[in-house]
């Protein structure tokens, strides 16, 4: 049974940071794409960033700069570091796990609150 369990989340200032992390079980952690995906009410879940199994890299326009992903694939674990906080970036962030040649995430963590204040 797979499981990507999210934690990290909280109430932060703007210009703070978070860092958030994806503890994965039951999957080849080291074979997926792993990315970080947030959505706030009322709108489409937007992908924040994704690291391929070989390391590539890819960040939304408006996280560029200011977040970065990294996975260790010893600890089954994904992280999402969040600089530069904004208000806009309120929203839950879920981690997702995509099997190469899959369209969209094959498995869903149950996502983790962030707030920021301004």
């Not at 909280?10 to 860092?19: D, E, F, R």
């Not at 792993?34 to 959505?39: E, I, K, T």
């Not at 489409?44 to 590539?56: D, I, P």
Request: glycine share 12%.
């Amino acid at each position: 049974q797979v499981q990507l369990v999210e934690s990290g989340g909280g109430l932060v200032q703007a210009g703070g940071s978070l860092k958030l992390s994806c503890a994965a079980s039951g999957l080849a952690f080291g074979s997926y794409f792993m990315g970080w995906y947030r959505q706030t009410p009322g709108k489409e879940r937007e992908l924040v960033a994704v690291e391929s199994a070989g390391g590539s890299l890819y960040y939304a326009d408006s996280v560029k700069g200011r977040f970065a992903i990294s996975r260790d694939n010893a600890k089954n674990t994904l992280y999402l570091q969040m600089n530069s906080l904004k208000p806009e970036d309120t929203a839950v962030y879920y981690c997702a796990a995509r099997r190469i040649g899959s369209t969209r995430p094959d498995y869903w963590g149950q996502g983790t609150q962030v707030t920021v204040s301004s």
